[in-house]
Each structure stands twice: as structure tokens, then as C-alpha cells.
């Protein structure tokens, strides 16, 4: 069973930068689509950011520009790199992999973000 764990979440000012990190339990090309979400109270779970094993990215309209996702295979390993960080980005971010040995879909557990002055 493929699993998912993320790290590198915390507590952040407006405008400075973190990277989250997803590491799999299998060799991560292996995925077909690699993704963050991430959900904030009281909403819904939305796509951030994700990434194809043949390197197509796609970027919510709300993160383009501020956050870039790649991939490490060496590593078995995605990452998130968030720039320009605003309020509105606290949220728990999810990695999710879809395709492949995670067929149906894996989650991670989150980990929260949190920007704030």
C-alpha cells in the first residue's frame, strides 16, 4: 500500500516563503499524477498545485507565479515551493498521488500552514 507522508508546514509572516515536502513509499515516477491540495476551515479541500510523471503541471489560478511543485525521484519525494505567501494560503496542504500503485488515490496526513502577522 503506497503511503504519503508530508512535512515542512509552520507558522509564517506575510510574504516569506515555505516548502513542503511529500515523501512515498514507492518509487515516486511510478505515480501517475502527483498533487497538493489543501483545504482551509470552513471550505472545501481545493487542488493547489500538481504534477504528472511526464512533468505537465497545472497551478490553481490563486497560486501561480507564488508556488512551484517538483518532483525528486532520487528521493521518492514532491515538493511545494510557496513564495509571496498570503493570509488567505493558511489551510492544511495535502499531498495526494493518484495512478500507477496508488491507483484509487492516496492521501497524506496534512500539514498545516498558518501565515500570519
Known amino acids: 500500500q503506497v503511503q504519503l507522508v508530508e512535512s515542512g508546514g509552520g507558522l509564517i509572516e506575510p510574504g516569506g516563503s515555505l516548502r513542503l515536502s511529500c515523501v512515498a513509499s514507492v518509487y515516486i515516477p511510478s505515480i501517475s499524477w502527483m498533487a497538493w491540495y489543501r483545504q482551509a476551515p470552513g471550505k472545501e479541500r481545493e487542488l493547489v498545485a500538481e504534477?504528472?510523471?511526464?512533468?505537465?503541471?497545472n497551478y490553481a489560478d490563486s497560486v501561480k507565479g507564488r508556488f512551484t511543485i517538483s518532483r525528486e525521484n532520487a528521493k521518492n519525494t514532491v515538493y511545494l515551493q510557496m513564495n509571496s505567501l498570503k493570509l488567505e494560503d493558511t489551510a492544511v496542504y495535502y499531498c495526494h498521488g493518484h495512478g500507477g500503485p496508488a491507483r484509487f488515490g492516496v492521501w497524506g496526513q496534512g500539514t498545516q500552514v498558518t501565515v500570519s502577522s
Open positions: 504534477l504528472s510523471n511526464i512533468d505537465i503541471d
